[in-house]
């Protein structure tokens, strides 16, 4: 299981990737487990995002 290569368009194609990516990943982990793993990368997109807000203002 590799890591999914997403566009720079980031579309709907991307999202499937990632999700099948999670869930193959997630098969093997306790409910905390998962919990803690999405929100490591909810923490990693916000962080994304609010770089990019204070950019375009």
């Known amino acids: 299981m590799t ?3 997403v566009s720079k368009d ?3 194609e991307d999202i499937r990737k990632i999700r099948e990516y999670n869930s ?3 098969v093997q ?3 905390g487990e998962i919990i803690e793993d999405t ?3 909810a923490a990693v997109v916000l962080k994304r995002l ?3 807000e204070k950019m375009s203002v």
Do not use: D, E, V
Request: proline share 11%.
């Open 29 to 31: 982990m306790t409910p």
């Open 50 to 52: 609010r770089q990019s």
């Open 3 to 5: 890591k999914p290569i």
């Open 39 to 41: 929100q490591k990368g």
């Open 10 to 12: 980031f579309n709907l």
């Open 24 to 26: 193959l990943r997630h």
